[in-house]
């Protein structure tokens, strides 16, 4: 049995500490994987974005065909009650999200107003400056809309994911990048993805096959709003093996440096650390 860290939930108008059980053998989400959730971030006493990530776990239930049943701001005060539960200095990610119980059309629909809601916070080390990682290139790519929900962060996505992260970890890389069905650059596993060439910063234009993060929206007016030229638009994967420098960016653990793209070694640069440095100078504005 896994260990978890320190974990509230908030569900059913109550807070649970632990990993309780709520779904059952019939609900819809645990056997036809109707679920939505986001992820923010609280640290250093501080919540940012938190409205938008709560924004956008009602965007995705509805993209999902669940009927959204919390508002933005009872969410947000619900996650301020949720980590002051936790001891001063711990890093939390806040989860919202949102299943269905029970089924809908078809069966294999689920019934939009059977959504259950739950707010699950728990600890989770944030990387500590000076991290990096190296990446590859997974055989495995990203859905288009016409195939899965993308305009959702939806579970039933995350698997793809993940056998690409299971995939470039057994050739003792630490991510991958996963390409569009076109065969341009979308994403990394788990973050979004920037290259820097020449002092200009580059990144994937949001073209319907991933989600375009809140923190890598957020990065990006930064980055604008400090000098630097930040270009959204195609990216082949060749480029990413001359850049100067490759960072990825995302809710997890926000701004962290690549060292190694397949064989090459790549320095950490400065534009990485000043885009982290820009990022923690707003959080805590």
Not at 51 to 66: F, T
Not at 185 to 191: D, G, I, N, Q, R
Request: with cysteine; glycine share 8%.
């Amino acid at each position: 049995m896994s260990a978890f860290s320190e974990t509230w939930n908030y569900v059913d108008g109550r807070w649970i500490e632990g990993n309780p059980p709520l779904m059952g053998p019939r609900s819809h989400a645990s056997w036809l994987g109707s679920t939505v959730f986001d992820g923010a971030r609280f640290f250093e006493g501080v919540f940012p974005d938190l409205d938008l990530h709560c924004q956008r776990v009602n965007d995705s239930a509805l993209a999902l065909g669940l009927k959204p049943t919390m508002q933005v701001g009872e969410m947000a005060e619900l996650s301020k009650e949720g980590a002051a539960k936790f001891k001063p200095g711990s890093a939390v990610y806040i989860k919202p999200m949102y299943w269905a119980e029970g089924d809908g059309p078809g069966v294999i629909a689920a019934d939009p107003d059977s959504a259950r809601f739950c707010l699950c916070l728990f600890e989770a080390p944030l990387a500590p400056a000076g991290s990096a990682f190296s990446i590859t290139l997974s055989p495995f790519r990203r859905p288009t809309m016409e195939t899965m929900p993308v305009n959702a962060k939806a579970g039933c996505l995350y698997p793809n994911n993940a056998r690409a992260m299971v995939e470039a970890k057994s050739r003792g890389f630490d991510n991958a990048v996963v390409l569009d069905m076109l065969g341009n650059v979308a994403e990394l596993t788990s973050a979004n993805v920037f290259m820097v060439k020449d002092g200009v910063v580059h990144t994937p234009v949001p073209n319907g096959t991933f989600l375009n993060g809140i923190t890598r929206q957020r990065v990006i007016k930064l980055l604008r709003d400090a000098g630097y030229q930040v270009v959204e638009r195609t990216i082949g994967y060749g480029e990413f093996l001359t850049a100067d420098e490759i960072f990825s960016t995302g809710n997890y653990s926000k701004v962290v440096p690549v060292n190694r793209i397949e064989t090459r070694q790549i320095a950490p640069g400065p534009v990485a650390a000043r885009a982290r440095e820009l990022y923690w100078t707003f959080a805590h504005a």
